[in-house]
């Protein structure tokens, strides 16, 4: 079974640093794009950032860049997304989500909650003032 377990939520003050993680099993880790996906209450969810299966080629959402770095480790099949200076407007359940391989990853793809199979859980984010 495919399995996205995401760790490393929690809260933080408003500048400060948060890591999460994501272990991945149930399939080839190391072929498939991965993302992280955030949603707030009320609100639809937002592609954060998106890495390519090797790890050379990220995406960041405006709201994320210079901010947040994604990372993976294919030997350990875990997906990690380290959140620094954070914002109250940061505060959110963030999923882990994996694209089946299939076809070209476009630029819209790559941050675009509809290109992608499969979804953890959800850990959340609350960041205050």
């Known amino acids: 079974d495919v399995q996205l377990v995401e760790s490393g939520g929690g809260s933080a003050l408003a500048g400060g640093s948060v890591r999460l993680s994501c272990a991945v099993s149930g399939f080839t880790f190391s072929r498939v794009y991965m993302s992280w996906v955030r949603q707030a209450p009320g609100k639809e969810r937002e592609g954060v950032a998106g890495?390519?299966?090797?790890?050379?080629?990220?995406a960041y959402a405006d709201s994320a860049k210079g901010r947040f770095t994604i990372s993976r480790d294919n030997a350990k099949n875990t997906l990690y997304l380290q959140m620094n200076s954070l914002k109250p407007e940061d505060s959110a359940m963030y999923y882990c989500a994996a694209r089946r391989a299939r076809g070209i990853v476009t630029p819209i793809d790559r941050l675009s909650p509809y290109s992608y199979d499969y979804w953890g859980q959800g850990t959340q984010v609350t960041v205050s003032s």
């Open positions: 890495i390519s299966p090797g790890g050379a080629s990220t």
